[in-house]
């Protein structure tokens, strides 16, 4: 499987095309081509294909030009990748509940947007985002997350990581769901016709003596199949609920 990095190209190149401080061209094969243009041909590649196939002759071909024609406007892949890093974190970023909803309602947002934003856009998943660059569409979405966290007595320090460890639990959450799907395409095999094969191999190893902890389960014990978008979602909603649970109880001790 493909990874990408963000700020793998031109750091500084791609903060000013992010934040519209570099030059722009003057001129250009065909009147009418845009950042913007370019940035959305690519996630609509990336959305159908993966970010496998993004490239500048993919994206040029797209848009029905030539791939040099691109290279006015955006250096490389690299930069390109950041871009549409930023463009696809405007998603749902007019819908953040205030302060006055409290802490956990603008968690439960965070947290489901960026599940939503990853079954939108499932070659998130493949894009490390150790080193992130903001661009205005990130900032504004940390503007918002902050200003919905201003009420909550905790350092800020703190509220940063609150938010860290929400973030990560939907990108395993997301990884788990979809890497089920994209395992059923890539094999045939159903969840199903998978455990299928393997349980003949599992009966006689739980009949044997060795697991008497494992056999001893009931026979519902791991009747939680993804049936779809509802049972996938009710699950995503369970650990979310519980996640943030163990957050209400941390803040009660912290005098939050």
């Known amino acids: 499987m493909t990874t ?3 700020g793998s190209g031109d750091a500084a190149r791609s903060m000013e095309l992010l934040w519209g401080t570099a030059e722009r061209p003057t001129r250009g094969p ?3 081509l845009t950042l913007d243009r370019i940035v959305s041909a690519a996630v ?3 959305d159908a294909e993966g970010i496998g196939a ?3 002759r993919r994206v040029a071909a797209e848009l029905g030009v030539g791939t040099m024609s691109l290279y006015r406007y955006v250096p490389g892949k690299g930069e390109l990748l950041d871009l549409m ?3 696809i974190a405007a998603f749902g970023a007019d819908a953040f509940p205030g302060p006055e909803a409290g802490w956990r309602a603008v968690l439960e947002n965070v947290a489901r947007r960026a599940w ?3 079954h939108r856009h499932p070659w998130l998943l493949q894009v490390d985002q150790t080193r992130p660059l903001l661009g205005p569409n990130s900032v504004d979405v940390l503007e918002h997350t902050v200003r919905g966290m201003s009420g909550l007595a905790l350092p800020d320090p703190e509220k940063m990581r609150l938010l860290t460890v929400v973030e990560g639990y939907v990108a395993g959450a997301a990884r788990t769901r979809l890497n089920s799907a994209l395992a059923e395409k890539r094999t045939g095999l159903t969840d199903e016709e ?3 094969i393997q349980g003949p191999f599992l009966v006689k190893a739980m009949e044997s003596g060795r697991y008497p902890y494992l056999a001893g389960l009931s026979e ?3 009747s939680f199949e993804d049936d779809g978008d509802d049972e996938g979602d009710a699950l995503f909603e369970l650990g979310l609920g519980r996640l943030l649970d163990g957050f209400a109880a941390y803040i009660e001790k912290r005098g939050g």
Do not use: I, N, R, Y
Request: proline share 4%; hydrophobic share 40%.
């Open 44 to 46: 609509a590649v990336a």
């Open 194 to 196: 998978w455990w299928k």
């Open 220 to 222: 519902d014990t791991f």
């Open 30 to 32: 065909k009147p009418g």
């Open 54 to 56: 993004v490239s500048m």
């Open 4 to 6: 990408e990095h963000s």
């Open 85 to 87: 890093l930023d463009k």
């Open 116 to 118: 939503q934003l990853h």
